[in-house]
């Protein structure tokens, strides 16, 4: 049974040789393969050459698009800094004044180099484990991705004193937002990610008046186009965790201050699949093997026939080899 294979088939519930493991690595990646991280996040070989080499070696069971948030904010026209070894940023709002917004063009993914880079990573994918692993394409949910535009705290404020500029941005970005899943599932991608970090700072009335409307959308689009679901909301969502059952997502990211138990037992009877939940930092970083075999046993004993096991969010750049080779060798049935 391959990635491809076990990962289909569990989201399923049937039968797999082994519980997949869809741990992110992203400035892990890169550093696995010597690069600074810069290179990784704009040039699609170096990201697929990475992802690659950490499932190869550490038995990852996807391939992933991810590198940063600020694709589609690029495609509006923020200014991304790249350093040298770090994650890209944008250190200047590009929606100052919501009067921009009617103005904000909506490119083609294809007319934007930073949105294009995501597509011919797919590509690459497809042609180099297409069948073998499930390949991850990402986009920003409209929450995350409004905060990138206009900044997160004067976004907080928004949705409270401007609902009406907030939704005519949400809009904006749910058209980059569509046309560029769509690319990258006709490109090859088997699953979408949604990366909606920021819905974890909002309480459930406000999630499900701006966030889940918008979630809902897109992942009932990625269905029709015949893709999996991934919402990716990190931070402690246990208090949003009904409602995110009934965004519709195959899979659901669960950050390690989230009580997995329960949002195994929650999804129960839905599609959904909960994903998780091991701290990062606590368990891969700073971990030893007593440590790992503990809380990736407590995980596994959570665990129904749909759930799959990854740390909490991404993988630290520094993480030792062997721990993340132990949390493998431990998924085996």
């Known amino acids: 049974m391959n990635s491809y294979e076990r990962v289909m088939a569990r989201l399923q519930g049937k039968e797999v040789d082994k519980i997949p493991n869809l741990n992110i690595v992203m400035a892990f990646a890169a550093k696995y393969i ?7 996040a704009a040039d699609y070989r170096y990201l697929v050459e990475g992802n690659i080499k950490c499932c190869e070696a550490f038995g990852i069971d996807v391939v992933t698009a991810m590198s940063d948030p600020w694709r589609e904010a690029h495609s509006f026209g923020a200014k991304i800094i790249f350093p040298e070894d770090d994650i890209p940023y944008c250190n200047e709002k590009l929606i100052k004044d919501y009067a921009i917004v009617k103005d904000l063009k909506v490119k083609s993914p294809f007319e934007d180099e930073r949105l ?34 206009r900044g997160v705290s004067e976004l907080m404020m928004d949705l409270i004193l401007e609902p009406e500029a907030v939704t005519e941005l949400f809009e904006k970005i749910y058209e980059v937002q569509y046309a560029f899943m ?124 749909k759930t799959l096991l990854a740390a909490g969010c991404e993988i630290p750049k520094y993480t030792n080899f062997e721990n993340l080779k132990l949390m493998n060798s431990m998924l085996y049935i």
């Not at 010597?34 to 990784?40: A, E, M, V």
């Not at 819905?199 to 015949?226: N, V, W």
């Not at 679901?229 to 669960?254: F, R, S, T, W, Y």
């Open 34 to 40: 010597n690069i600074p991280y810069s290179h990784f």
């Open 116 to 149: 294009l880079d995501r597509i011919r990573a797919i590509e690459l994918y497809k042609k180099e484990v297409g069948g073998k692993y499930p390949i991850v394409g990402w986009v920003e949910g409209a929450l995350a991705e409004a905060a990138d535009l």
């Open 182 to 305: 769509k690319a990258q599932v006709e490109a090859g991608a088997d699953i979408i990610g949604i990366g909606d970090a920021v819905a974890s700072l909002i309480g459930p009335e406000l999630y499900c008046q701006y966030a889940l409307p918008y979630e809902k959308r897109i992942i009932q689009d990625i269905h029709k186009l015949g893709a999996q679901a991934k919402l990716h909301i990190c931070g402690n969502i246990e208090p949003l965790l009904e409602d995110i059952a009934a965004a519709g997502a195959d899979i659901v990211d669960i950050d390690w201050m989230v009580n997995f138990e329960k949002a195994v037992e929650l999804f129960k009877g839905t599609r959904t699949c909960a994903c998780g939940n091991m701290d990062p930092v606590a368990v891969f970083l700073k971990g030893n093997k007593e440590i790992i075999t503990r809380e990736v046993g407590k995980c596994m004993a959570m665990a129904d026939e």
